[in-house]
């Protein structure tokens, strides 16, 4: 009997200088994508976050006027490991962000002000590739990112914000979606994995009340692991995964 062939994943592109990250909760860029932040930034690209809710339904033990703040401080300090200074919010409400206009229209308007080249996001399908189901406000968040991609450079849609200063941009080139089931690219995670797990450690208050595990041992395997599954596809080093569009 034949074995299964795998496809091995392409490299990312690289004639990039400016990267916006569109997700829909702190540490969702961290479970796995931080790691080609890090390299990115070392590299001397400019990425900026933007979230569409502050993560305040996240934590069954914290009310969200007090759990939003406090991701919102995770968040900026896990951005700050991997070399991000740059976060800003939505406050969407977290749990039931709404895919539609509103959401376009946000995240086209940041896409705008920061004109990047490459978008990022985070799987927006159904499910992770098998029998997991994603979260809506997942789904919502990747499907509008990827629509706003072209919003932006559109200046009939939204037309309100060229009236706030902020003029079309046709220049997004590529959306990347992380944590896709179907992924074609990849970057290699082995100058930023160490900081993707210190990264991600910054969330402790959400992991500790995720697993009874010790932090470091839980955040260290889950990446470690991810890193090299994704690496068998990609010249046997640790890798992280994306689906690339292309505009």
């Keep these: 009997m034949t074995e299964p062939t795998t496809t091995p994943l392409e490299p990312m592109p690289a004639d990039w ?8 909760h702190p540490d969702d860029l961290e479970y796995g994508c931080s790691a080609a932040i890090a390299a ?3 590299e001397g690209r400019e990425v900026a976050y933007l979230l569409a809710t502050r993560g305040e339904a996240g934590i069954d033990t914290l009310e969200p006027a007090r759990c939003g ?4 401080r995770e968040q900026r300090a896990s951005a700050a490991v991997v070399g991000v200074s740059v976060v800003e919010f939505l406050d969407h409400r977290d749990g039931v962000v709404e895919y539609g206009t509103a959401l376009r229209r946000d995240i086209a308007a940041a896409i705008r002000r920061h004109r990047p080249e490459l978008v990022i996001t985070l799987n927006h399908r159904d499910t992770w590739g098998g029998a997991v189901w994603n979260t809506p406000d997942h789904v919502a968040v990747g499907r509008a990112t990827l629509d706003a991609a072209a919003d932006a ?8 914000l060229v ?4 003029e079309p941009w046709n220049g997004v080139r590529w959306v990347a979606v992380a944590g896709s089931g179907t992924p074609t690219h990849a970057v290699d995670a082995t100058p930023g994995l160490e900081r993707a797990v ?6 402790r208050t959400y992991i500790e009340a995720l697993t009874d595990e010790d932090p470091e041992t839980y955040v260290r395997g889950l990446l470690t692991r991810y890193a090299e599954e994704t690496g068998e596809r990609f010249g046997g080093g640790p890798a992280v995964a994306f689906e690339l569009f292309t505009r």
């Design 153 to 160: 450079g559109n200046r009939w849609i939204f037309p309100e």
């Design 17 to 24: 200088r400016r990267a916006l990250a569109v997700v829909a």
């Design 198 to 203: 210190r990264s991600l450690l910054e969330h």
């Design 69 to 72: 703040p406090l991701r919102e």
């Design 163 to 166: 009236g706030q200063g902020l």
């Design 40 to 42: 990115w930034t070392d």
